[in-house]
């Protein structure tokens, strides 16, 4: 019976070593509330024009025929296949714009930008209306979530939370405090450490994302560890049964 006992003990042991209890506190998202009911003042975002973005453009006036040379589309216009000609911003964070000519447009809002180009065209035409959209506004989850890969964004901003649910969320062993953000503007390239575990989150200058950031969701140390053991479970498992085996041996 003691001889028994010894070998449940060494087991427990062992499988306790291969295994980890995870905290909740590693998991939850959010924390630190300690209100039932709070109120913070959302934030106002709006993302900026930058280098390499592409934008539509759309002129439209009481004169249709009048607004045509400023609208230009790829395919005939008027055929089924036609659509929005987009505009590459270049390094100058400048696009050549029909009759206008070159604009600067780097730096502006969307909003901003068709009020700018409105100003301009009402040399041109009787109360101008201007649509502008980002097309290409992209984010890239990485890492240890369901779905990891780009994601092109229909409308103009997206917070962290948004997207990653667009990933599918965090599987179970993504390490939430150290979600890493890589974002690239004037220039340079930011890497910024996000705690999904905290609710200061929500008042964060990067909870709201930029075009083109990155987010890359690291593995917690129980995966690390385990991903060493699944490679050589076979080696483990022969192991801990001569390793029990031994110990019966010896304390006959």
Not at 18 to 28: I, Q, R
Not at 93 to 100: A, C, L, Q, S, W
Not at 184 to 211: C, H, W
């Amino acid at each position: 019976m003691k001889k028994q006992y010894y070998i449940i003990f060494i087991t427990a042991g062992l499988l306790l070593f291969l295994t980890s209890c995870v905290s909740s506190k590693k998991v939850v998202y959010f924390q630190d509330n300690d209100t039932p009911i709070s109120k913070e003042i959302l934030q106002n975002f709006e993302p900026t024009i930058r280098p390499d973005d592409l934008l539509t453009i759309n002129i439209a006036t009481i004169n249709a025929e009048a607004a045509l040379p400023f609208n230009l589309y790829e395919g005939a216009q008027g055929s089924g296949n036609s659509k929005p000609l987009s505009y590459l911003v270049n390094k100058n964070g400048e696009i050549d714009f029909p009759v206008i000519g070159t604009l600067k447009v780097a730096g502006f809002t969307t909003k901003a930008l068709s009020e700018r180009i409105k100003t301009v065209l009402k040399e041109y035409l009787i109360k101008p209306t201007v649509n502008i959209r980002l097309v290409n506004f992209k984010v890239t989850i990485l890492g240890d979530v369901k779905s990891p890969g780009s994601y092109t964004i229909p409308s103009e901003r997206i917070t962290i939370i948004e997207a990653l649910g667009l990933a599918g969320d965090l599987q179970l062993q993504g390490n939430r405090k150290t979600v890493l953000l890589v974002r690239e503007t004037a220039g340079e390239r930011m890497y910024v450490t996000i705690d999904l575990t905290n609710k200061k989150l929500f008042s964060s200058p990067y909870y709201y994302l930029a075009q083109n950031d990155v987010l890359y969701v690291e593995p917690n140390k129980a995966k690390i560890n385990s991903s060493g053991v699944g490679s050589n479970t076979g080696v483990v498992i022969s192991s801990i049964s001569i390793l029990i085996t031994l110990v019966a041996l010896l304390i006959k």
